[in-house]
């Protein structure tokens, strides 16, 4: 059916050149896709390297080594003149019960070293299960160089002698 404006195409003479058209745009589509395919491609350069990256040398943690400026143990237990002194061993014959559901505790204090000091002797219910605290009491007590004295902290604690442990321990006040 012919189109208005347009002449009316007979046989195959029509058809070669309705197929011209399409058959051009698609060689020229082809070209330019081609074309642009090739801009910006890296040109390959033949080696086998792959690129490497520069990482600066970072700092490394050196071990903590222990000093050798750590005194003798042996140096801490005897009394002498502005050192060390450790008071562990100046409790002695301590007893620590319960006498019915009230704990007490007792033993001797002795100073050896040459100079008086104050000292504050503790001692602690803990549960044995898990070590938590259950009752505590600490006293002070001053003594002369070379001196020996009783200490006892009655009844600082009522309750069952089921599950729990008596600890106690002794410190010199200001050292």
């Given amino acids: 059916m012919p189109m208005p404006g347009r002449p009316a195409v007979r046989g195959h003479r029509g058809a070669p050149r309705a197929y011209a058209v399409t058959t051009a745009a698609l060689a020229l589509s082809a070209s330019l896709v081609l074309t642009v395919a090739g801009c910006g491609q890296p040109t390959p350069s033949g080696d086998s390297v792959a690129p490497t990256v520069s ?3 970072q700092p490394t943690i050196t071990a903590d080594t222990p000093s ?4 003798d143990p042996a140096d801490t237990t005897a009394p002498s003149d502005g050192g060390l ?4 061993s100046s409790l002695t014959s ?3 019960a319960a006498n019915g559901e009230s704990w007490s505790f007792s033993g001797t204090l002795t100073n050896s070293d040459s100079e008086e000091h104050t000292f504050t002797v503790a001692v602690f219910l803990v549960k044995t299960s898990d070590g938590s605290d259950v009752a505590g009491k600490e006293i002070d007590v001053k003594l002369a160089a070379g ?3 009783p200490v006892s902290i009655k009844n600082f604690h009522t309750g069952s ?3 729990v442990e008596c600890l106690s321990g002794v410190t010199v006040k200001g050292l």
């Fill in 68 to 71: 050798d400026d750590v005194p």
């Fill in 147 to 149: 001196a020996a004295t």
């Fill in 94 to 96: 301590t007893n620590c």
């Fill in 55 to 57: 990482v600066p040398v």
């Fill in 85 to 88: 002194f450790d008071a562990a």
């Fill in 161 to 163: 002698s089921t599950g």
